[in-house]
Each structure stands twice: as C-alpha cells, then as structure tokens.
C-alpha cells in the first residue's frame, strides 16, 4: 500500500529553522509531482511549495525562506525552512500528484500524508 510518511515538525522560535521530510513507501513516486501544503484550524489547506521534475514552485509568502527538493533514489521529499515566523504555524502535509496540471490546488493530489505540526513562537 502507498503512503507518505511526513516527519520533522517541531517547536522552534522565530528566526529558526526546520527540515521536513516526506518518505515514501509501497511504489516509487519518481514519476510523480510532490508538493507540500499546511493547514491551520479552521481553514482550508494552503499551498507551500512543490516540485515537478527538477522545477521548483514555492508560495510567495514563503519565497526565499523554504526550498522544496527531493531525493528520487531515497523515495523522499524535503522541506527546508528557514527564517521561521510566527504565522508559519501548521500542520504541514506532503501529498503526490500527476505530472501534469496545476500544482496549486489540493484536488489535483491523490495521496496525503497525515501531517505533521510546525509550531514558531514569538
């Protein structure tokens, strides 16, 4: 069974920073577009970053303070954060999607991981 296990949440204070790590496992996701996404209570799941063969997309909120990559002969993805602010606090999801299509909406994802929590204080 495929799933994607996301890992390396924590509690940091702003200015710092953290790595997260999706590790896939039961198929190879190689083929497939990778993104990462957060959510806060109460609203729905915002786009962070993804990556799409060697391009990289990444929401403007977090341009030039996260950078997605990947490991293809690992099955994994990655999230370094950097320069951590308080509104960064999330649970963040990895998720697999098809190659082609829009990368920014959650729909176009056909498997999550359950998440992990990414808590900045002030």
């Known amino acids: 069974q495929a799933q994607l296990v996301e890992s390396g949440g924590g509690t940091v204070q702003t200015g710092g920073s953290l790595r997260l790590t999706c590790a896939g496992s039961g198929r190879s996701f190689n083929s497939n577009a990778m993104g990462w996404f957060r959510q806060t209570p109460g609203k729905g799941r915002e786009f962070v970053a993804a990556i799409r063969s060697s391009s990289t997309y990444h929401a403007d909120s977090v341009k030039g303070r996260f950078a997605i990559s990947r490991d293809t002969a690992k099955n994994m993805v990655y999230l370094q954060m950097n320069s951590l602010k308080p509104e960064d606090t999330a649970v963040y999801y990895c998720?697999?999607?098809?190659?082609?299509?829009?990368?920014?909406?959650?729909?176009?994802?056909?498997?999550w991981g359950q998440g992990t929590q990414v808590t900045v204080s002030s």
């Open positions: 998720a697999a999607a098809p190659m082609g299509g829009s990368l920014y909406w959650d729909s176009e994802y056909f498997l």
